[in-house]
């Protein structure tokens, strides 16, 4: 009995430091792929290529003073950032890696991250609210109302998979999908998704979901840097700005986790389960497929410019519910028919 | 985006778009009263970098006085420059040779081109894409180098004396430029795709930010910011000065009245403003590019002389009266971006917070000259 | 007619009921050096052509201060923008005059000057800002570096200056 339980805290604990890991990582990535995009080096002088960077800004912005402006809501302000780091942390211990390797399975765990997001949306509005600063109240509720609106159709999305599968538990999804990418649930033509031609646009309403459901750019309006300087985390300084930071990052890491998983097979290879290494169903595949779609984020944030308020909200409720909505049906059809 | 019916007043709140605020281009303060992400109402506060520049010159003589130009719009200094040339020039009646006629051109017109790649970097900043302000940087880098050269100055340049310049320019510089034409070609293609054919640039801009041809008439706005309105005004064409009548170039006008018309005037500028530095390079004369016998001392007759010149942001304007002495006895300078920027204030009422940034990033904000 | 004749004609209708005619001989500004000594004739209302490539302007229009506004409809409805609003101290005559420029959008290059002149102290002059709603700046920067009062300013309150500023900097007699 404490045997499983100091293997749990264990499986958790390693959890929480690939979090970290990422998290300080992905910023090194992300400034790298800056830099590149932007015809410079990017981080060059802190180590090798700049890898030390991450432990040496983490150190700086442990040792800034942790200032707390007058007049704020002193608990919620705190709270806040708490509650930005939180669920993706605990939303890390449902996610499997690959067949034996996950922190703890749960049977609803498509459910938990769900509810772990919108837990994570709560700290947008908590934020702005207790930073007693109009841009940060500005900022807040934009990015609340753009939460809410993209939390629609990603949850539609999932449906959509979880009716294929069968399942809300995540590793069944992927045992679900293996053998080779025409099993993986992006693929159109086969028997399991009922030939439904629509699943591609299914996987970019989910991709497009999860950019926006992040705060990253092109749907970065809580944080608009140009227009509200910091958006809803003006007022956090050192580790309170550090927390929100590694929560986005986590945040994103979930979000191609999500997408992987429901989409792209999870850890399945794509040629099938060939016996010999690399070929097969391992944890490699995922990290593979999770870095490029993370890959993909950065390409995109740093290209595009950002979209007005009124046009994400209509992109939401105007295109991708209906479209999703549709495909749900279809798709429910399809699977009956077939 | 169409705009709320009815702002409601007792619901409003002043939001102070800062002195210190990423988006301003500079230290300028806006007051909005927004109702929610609505302006219902802004005014601006500017002199937050009002440094006098109109005493200065009563407290130096003419040539002197010369530096402080560069100081004013610092991203086109070579055209305020040029300005404040003409109207001495003018008035004490001095000639200048056609060699620095035509150097003079192809400077501004350099000036020009990397002025506006300054603004289209940091337009596009404002609208949340990061990268092309670096390509923007990197091509001006090219600019900057041969302006050096040439110069000695990175941004804020002196080059022009009354009667000619500084020194003359060489062959290098002559094939350097040349060879930045050809790249900057390139590039103009590559921003055309990459960033005028965005979907997301072209919904944020089309449509938002109308200024009409009543509202620049009334104001006395130039520059892109009328062109993008349908008027076709160009200090260069419509009072030529220097040796524009000689050389071949349009003047792109646009009849939208929207941000994203102003946005391809200014795209459209660089392409002529190429152009116009081919042509010139080619008819390039030989000679001295200062006049033979030029005043020791620059005493203008008494009166009153005024010369304009279009700057990248629009028509800038000198007012010059002299009482005869080495100092000028009251110089005026007509900063386009002061009579763009009031337009703001008309302009953005009932528009949403960030249209109304993007908008201002449209106008093309340089506020140092606004405040002189 | 050209659009200089045209302005010069809307504009002289100002100055119908002066007994003298429009047109006054002034002599020209001489280029050389000795012309500070001469003495310049005095001016009367009315309206000048000066020739634009030594002056840079067309029209000169010396108006009373209750002629300002109508002279600024007129040129608005002939299709003028307004370029600044000047103000110079005259501290040997003890005066202070306000000069409008004006410009076209067009082809047909006309550049009108207004000038008007008023006392050093306590200087008024009515606003323009009804016709042209970007004199609301310049009145507010004249007033700033001048003390020229512009009756009838929607919100004559410091623009460049701070706002408590109550000198202004650029009169001859300003001691910093």
Same mark, same amino acid.
């Given at each position: 009995?404490?045997?499983?339980?100091?293997?749990?805290?264990?499986?958790?604990?390693?959890?929480?430091?690939? #979090?970290?890991?990422?998290?300080?990582?992905?910023?090194?990535?992300?400034?790298?792929?800056?830099?590149?995009?932007?015809?410079?080096?990017?981080?060059?002088?802190?180590?090798?290529?700049?890898?030390?960077?991450?432990?040496?800004?983490?150190?700086?912005?442990?040792?800034?003073?942790?200032?707390?402006?007058?007049?704020?809501?002193?608990?919620?302000?705190?709270?806040?950032?708490?509650?930005?780091?939180?669920?993706?942390?605990?939303?890390?211990?449902?996610?499997?890696?690959?067949?034996?390797?996950?922190?703890?399975?749960?049977?609803?765990?498509?459910?938990?991250?769900?509810?772990?997001?919108?837990?994570?949306?709560?700290?947008?509005? #908590?934020?702005?609210?207790?930073?007693?600063?109009?841009?940060?109240?500005?900022?807040?509720?934009?990015?609340?109302?753009?939460?809410?609106?993209?939390?629609?159709?990603?949850?539609?999305?999932?449906?959509?998979?979880?009716?294929?599968?069968?399942?809300?538990?995540?590793?069944?999804?992927?045992?679900?999908?293996?053998?080779?990418?025409?099993?993986?649930?992006?693929?159109?033509?086969?028997?399991?998704?009922?030939?439904?031609?629509?699943?591609?646009?299914?996987?970019?309403?989910?991709? #497009?979901?999860?950019?926006?459901?992040?705060?990253?750019?092109?749907?970065?309006?809580?944080?608009?840097?140009?227009?509200?300087?910091?958006?809803?985390?003006?007022?956090?300084?050192?580790?309170?700005?550090?927390?929100?930071?590694?929560?986005?990052?986590?945040?994103?890491?979930?979000?191609?986790?999500?997408?992987?998983?429901?989409?792209?097979?999870?850890?399945?290879?794509?040629?099938?389960?060939?016996?010999?290494?690399?070929?097969?169903?391992?944890?490699?595949?995922?990290?593979?497929?999770?870095?490029?779609?993370?890959?993909?984020?950065?390409?995109?944030?740093?290209?595009?410019?950002?979209?007005?308020?009124?046009?994400?909200?209509?992109?939401?409720?105007?295109?991708?519910?209906?479209?999703?909505?549709?495909?749900?049906?279809?798709?429910?059809?399809?699977?009956? #028919?077939? | 985006?169409?705009?709320?019916?009815?702002?409601?007043?007792?619901?409003?709140? $002043?939001?102070?778009?800062?002195?210190?605020?990423? *988006?301003?281009?500079?230290?300028?303060?806006?007051?909005?009263?927004?109702?929610?992400?609505?302006?219902?109402?802004?005014?601006? $506060?500017?002199?937050?970098?009002?440094? +006098?520049?109109?005493?200065?010159?009563?407290?130096?003589?003419?040539?002197?006085?010369?530096?402080?130009?560069?100081?004013?719009?610092?991203?086109?200094?070579?055209?305020?420059?040029?300005?404040? *040339?003409?109207?001495?020039?003018?008035?004490?009646?001095?000639?200048?040779?056609?060699?620095?006629?035509?150097?003079?051109?192809?400077?501004?017109?350099?000036?020009?081109?990397?002025?506006?790649?300054?603004?289209?970097?940091?337009?596009?900043?404002?609208?949340?894409?990061?990268?092309?302000?670096?390509?923007?940087?990197?091509?001006?880098?090219?600019?900057?180098?041969?302006?050096?050269? $040439?110069?000695?100055?990175?941004?804020?340049?002196?080059?022009?004396?009354?009667?000619?310049?500084?020194?003359?320019?060489?062959?290098?510089?002559?094939?350097?430029?040349? $060879?930045?034409?050809?790249? +900057?070609?390139?590039?103009?293609?590559?921003?055309?795709?990459?960033?005028?054919?965005?979907?997301?640039?072209?919904?944020?801009?089309?449509?938002?930010?109308?200024?009409?041809?009543?509202?620049?008439?009334?104001?006395?706005?130039?520059?892109?910011?009328?062109?993008?309105?349908?008027?076709?005004?160009?200090?260069?064409?419509?009072?030529? /000065?220097?040796?524009?009548?000689?050389?071949?170039?349009?003047?792109?006008?646009?009849?939208?009245?929207?941000?994203?018309?102003?946005?391809?005037?200014?795209?459209?500028?660089?392409?002529?403003?190429?152009?116009?530095?081919?042509?010139?390079?080619?008819?390039?004369?030989?000679?001295?590019?200062?006049?033979?016998?030029?005043?020791?001392?620059?005493?203008?007759?008494?009166?009153?002389? /005024?010369?304009?010149?279009?700057?990248?942001?629009?028509?800038?304007?000198?007012?010059?009266?002299?009482?005869?002495?080495?100092?000028?006895?009251?110089?005026?300078?007509?900063?386009?971006?002061?009579?763009? +920027?009031?337009?703001?204030?008309?302009?953005?009422?009932? +528009?949403?917070?960030?249209?109304?940034?993007?908008?201002?990033?449209?106008?093309?904000?340089?506020?140092?000259?606004?405040?002189? | 007619?050209?659009?200089?004749?045209?302005?010069?004609?809307?504009?002289?209708?100002?100055? %119908?009921?002066?007994?003298?005619?429009?047109?006054?001989?002034?002599?020209?500004?001489?280029?050389?050096?000795?012309?500070?000594?001469?003495?310049?004739?005095?001016?009367?209302?009315?309206?000048?052509?000066?020739?634009?490539?030594?002056?840079?302007?067309?029209?000169?229009?010396?108006?009373?201060?209750?002629?300002?506004?109508?002279?600024?409809?007129?040129? =608005?409805?002939?299709?003028?923008? %307004?370029?600044?609003?000047?103000?110079?101290?005259?501290?040997?005559?003890?005066?202070?005059?306000?000069?409008?420029? =004006?410009?076209?959008?067009?082809?047909?290059?006309?550049?009108?000057?207004?000038?008007?002149?008023?006392?050093?102290?306590?200087?008024?002059?009515?606003?323009?800002?009804?016709?042209?709603?970007?004199?609301?700046?310049?009145?507010?920067?004249?007033?700033?570096?001048?003390?020229?009062? =512009?009756?009838?300013?929607?919100?004559?309150?410091?623009?460049?200056?701070?706002?408590?500023?109550? =000198?202004?900097?650029?009169?001859?007699?300003?001691?910093?």
């Amino acid at each position: 009995m404490s045997l499983t339980l100091l293997n749990a805290v264990i499986a958790v604990f390693i959890a929480i430091c690939f #979090v970290g890991l990422n998290a300080a990582y992905l910023v090194w990535c992300e400034r790298k792929g800056a830099g590149f995009y932007q015809r410079r080096p990017g981080p060059m002088e802190n180590g090798l290529w700049g890898l030390l960077q991450p432990p040496i800004d983490g150190v700086k912005l442990m040792t800034k003073q942790l200032l707390i402006p007058g007049g704020v809501d002193k608990a919620i302000f705190m709270v806040a950032p708490v509650l930005a780091m939180f669920p993706a942390l605990i939303s890390f211990v449902t996610i499997p890696f690959s067949e034996t390797i996950v922190a703890h399975p749960i049977n609803v765990g498509v459910l938990m991250i769900f509810a772990s997001a919108a837990l994570g949306g709560m700290s947008l509005l #908590v934020a702005g609210w207790g930073s007693r600063n109009k841009y940060a109240m500005i900022s807040s509720v934009r990015a609340v109302s753009q939460t809410v609106a993209y939390e629609i159709p990603l949850l539609i999305t999932t449906i959509t998979v979880v009716m294929i599968c069968g399942s809300l538990n995540l590793s069944d999804i992927v045992q679900h999908q293996l053998g080779g990418f025409w099993n993986w649930n992006i693929w159109p033509f086969q028997k399991s998704v009922g030939y439904n031609l629509l699943m591609p646009i299914s996987f970019l309403i989910l991709f #497009v979901c999860a950019v926006a459901e992040t705060n990253r750019a092109p749907f970065d309006l809580g944080e608009a840097e140009s227009e509200l300087v910091a958006g809803f985390h003006t007022e956090y300084s050192s580790m309170g700005f550090g927390l929100f930071f590694m929560g986005e990052y986590a945040n994103i890491v979930i979000g191609s986790c999500l997408i992987t998983i429901l989409f792209l097979g999870g850890w399945s290879c794509p040629i099938g389960d060939l016996g010999f290494f690399p070929f097969t169903n391992n944890v490699g595949w995922f990290l593979l497929k999770i870095y490029l779609i993370i890959f993909v984020f950065i390409w995109i944030r740093w290209t595009f410019p950002r979209t007005t308020i009124y046009g994400l909200l209509n992109l939401s409720w105007k295109y991708l519910i209906p479209i999703s909505l549709f495909n749900l049906l279809l798709t429910a059809g399809l699977l009956k #028919v077939f | 985006m169409s705009q709320p019916i009815e702002l409601q007043k007792d619901e409003t709140f $002043v939001l102070n778009v800062g002195p210190q605020h990423p *988006a301003t281009h500079g230290v300028l303060r806006v007051k909005m009263t927004m109702d929610g992400e609505n302006i219902y109402n802004a005014e601006t $506060v500017l002199g937050y970098i009002h440094r +006098m520049h109109e005493k200065m010159a009563e407290n130096r003589s003419y040539p002197q006085y010369m530096p402080n130009m560069g100081r004013l719009d610092y991203l086109s200094a070579m055209a305020f420059n040029h300005g404040y *040339a003409l109207v001495v020039e003018r008035a004490a009646g001095i000639e200048v040779p056609e060699r620095a006629e035509y150097i003079r051109v192809i400077t501004v017109e350099l000036n020009r081109v990397s002025s506006h790649l300054v603004w289209l970097g940091a337009f596009v900043l404002d609208l949340g894409g990061f990268t092309p302000l670096m390509y923007c940087f990197d091509d001006r880098e090219q600019i900057l180098d041969l302006l050096e050269s $040439v110069t000695g100055s990175r941004l804020t340049y002196c080059y022009f004396r009354f009667g000619g310049l500084y020194n003359d320019i060489d062959d290098e510089f002559i094939a350097g430029t040349h $060879v930045f034409i050809k790249r +900057m070609r390139k590039e103009l293609k590559m921003y055309a795709k990459l960033v005028t054919g965005n979907i997301i640039l072209m919904k944020r801009l089309k449509e938002h930010g109308p200024i009409d041809r009543d509202m620049c008439q009334r104001y006395g706005a130039t520059g892109p910011v009328a062109r993008g309105s349908g008027i076709d005004y160009d200090v260069r064409k419509n009072e030529p /000065y220097s040796v524009y009548p000689d050389l071949d170039f349009d003047i792109p006008v646009y009849h939208e009245c929207d941000s994203f018309a102003r946005y391809m005037v200014r795209m459209d500028e660089m392409e002529q403003s190429l152009r116009i530095i081919e042509q010139a390079l080619e008819k390039l004369p030989e000679g001295p590019v200062n006049p033979k016998k030029k005043p020791k001392i620059i005493k203008p007759p008494p009166g009153d002389y /005024y010369a304009a010149v279009e700057t990248a942001r629009g028509n800038f304007g000198i007012r010059l009266v002299s009482d005869g002495t080495k100092n000028a006895y009251r110089l005026k300078l007509r900063s386009p971006t002061y009579s763009n +920027m009031h337009l703001f204030d008309e302009a953005c009422r009932g +528009m949403l917070l960030a249209d109304a940034l993007a908008f201002m990033g449209s106008l093309d904000l340089v506020i140092p000259e606004m405040d002189r | 007619m050209s659009i200089q004749e045209t302005t010069k004609q809307a504009l002289s209708e100002l100055f %119908i009921d002066q007994a003298t005619d429009t047109v006054i001989a002034e002599p020209p500004p001489a280029a050389t050096e000795e012309s500070v000594d001469q003495e310049e004739a005095v001016r009367l209302p009315g309206v000048i052509d000066q020739n634009y490539d030594t002056k840079g302007f067309h029209l000169d229009a010396l108006v009373e201060h209750e002629q300002l506004v109508r002279a600024a409809e007129i040129l =608005f409805g002939l299709g003028f923008f %307004i370029e600044s609003i000047t103000g110079v101290d005259w501290i040997k005559e003890d005066q202070l005059e306000a000069v409008y420029d =004006f410009s076209r959008y067009d082809f047909e290059l006309c550049r009108v000057v207004v000038r008007v002149f008023i006392p050093r102290t306590d200087p008024h002059l009515p606003t323009i800002t009804g016709v042209y709603t970007g004199a609301n700046w310049h009145e507010r920067e004249t007033h700033d570096f001048f003390g020229i009062v =512009f009756d009838g300013h929607p919100h004559l309150i410091p623009l460049l200056l701070p706002e408590d500023a109550d =000198f202004h900097p650029l009169l001859k007699d300003f001691k910093a």
